[in-house]
């Protein structure tokens, strides 16, 4: 009886132009109840939120470095020291940095976290520091070799004026990374203000 009922089936499908697999496949597809996401979109969320080959390149910087701060222009003082500590958390998805050292003959503190926005496509980030109350945001992308490069706006508390920056992170290798920071000079063309060269302490 069970061998008469399959053959029977198995004529009905065939009669109606289906088989069993496109029954299969019609019952996955069913709609999903209202506001609970498809496996579609599931995949999505889960690929956006992983950490990829951005987030490695991020990762080079991860550990204890030397600073060794050099001002130019208007910001130009004598080359400063300081130390920083960068780390990797969340699961590898943000590099978080603090900094310790001096600037104008004070002690200076600073703390930033930078991250690649997969969905974005972006590189994305803030910075606070002891100087100032200005948070930071910052966003940019990498050129084909490496080198990150970053652009913020702020406003200039000398000036109370718009004041836009632009940063690139130059990642030699694992043990030595180069941040250098561009802002308007005098004559409003853009010029090389800060350069920071970070060497690991072994």
Request: overall charge neutral; charged content about 20%; aromatic content about 6%.
């Amino acid at each position: 009886m069970r061998n008469a009922t399959k053959v029977f089936l198995s004529a009905v499908c065939l009669g109606l132009g289906i088989s069993a697999t496109t029954l299969v496949q019609a019952e996955d597809k069913k709609p999903t109840a209202p506001g609970q996401p498809t496996p579609e979109q599931m995949e999505k969320m889960v690929k956006a939120g992983t950490p990829g080959e951005h987030h490695k390149r991020l990762e080079m910087m991860a550990g204890t470095f030397d600073a060794a701060m050099s001002c130019y222009g208007p910001m130009q003082m004598p080359p400063s020291k300081g130390v920083t500590k960068n780390t990797m958390i969340l699961g590898g998805r943000w590099l978080s940095s603090e900094f310790a050292g001096e600037m104008m003959g004070q002690k200076y503190e600073g703390h930033g976290l930078m991250g690649y926005d997969n969905t974005a496509k972006k590189f994305v980030g803030t910075w606070v520091d002891s100087m100032g109350t200005q948070m930071a945001n910052f966003e940019g992308t990498a050129d084909a070799a490496g080198m990150i490069t970053v652009a913020s706006e702020g406003i200039d508390p000398m000036t109370d004026q718009k004041m836009k920056m632009r940063m690139t992170y130059v990642i030699q290798d694992k043990d030595k990374h180069t941040f250098t920071m561009y802002m308007p000079g005098p004559d409003g063309k853009e010029a090389k203000m800060m350069e920071i060269v970070y060497t690991r302490v072994k």
